[in-house]
């Protein structure tokens, strides 16, 4: 499922100072510190939101541009589906979604549910449509 990904913009510099406060220079993936710069989530918004955009070190970065994890090195990933910073949980869901696990891997659904992202469309669930999938 490697769809084509929009080119990270230079815009995203603008976020420098709330990103770089919020992941205290950190990845906020893996907490690594090598070569940790701003990722925005496609689709981007009209100007880059800090609630579409996260800290990424270079691996990390590398693994959400291929779409591409290794599964040896991507323990974290299990972690940051819980972040309380909503890009970090979707950036989380996406990675692991680009797993080779398959989605029927009950582990990868517990793992999508607490990120709140929906496996289909690669986005977060809203309410409603909790509630319409509650329903039916
Ligand atoms: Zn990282």
Do not use: N
Request: charged content about 35%.
């Amino acid at each position: 499922m490697a769809r084509k990904k929009p080119k990270q913009r230079p815009q995203v510099g603008l976020l420098g100072k709330v990103l770089t406060r919020r992941s205290k220079g950190r990845c906020e993936l893996c907490g690594g510190k090598v070569d940790v710069r701003p990722y925005e989530l496609p689709p981007f918004p009209e100007l880059p939101d800090p609630e579409r955009t996260l800290m990424g070190c270079g691996r990390c970065r590398e693994w959400m541009e291929r779409d591409r994890i290794d599964p040896v090195q991507a323990h974290f990933l299990s972690q940051a589906v819980w972040s309380e910073v909503a890009p970090v949980r979707l950036a989380a869901a996406r990675l692991l979604l680009a797993s080779e696990e398959g989605i029927d891997d009950p582990w990868l659904r517990d793992a999508l549910e607490a990120a709140r992202v929906d496996p289909e469309s690669g986005e977060f669930v809203t309410i409603e449509e909790e509630w319409r999938a509650a329903g039916s």
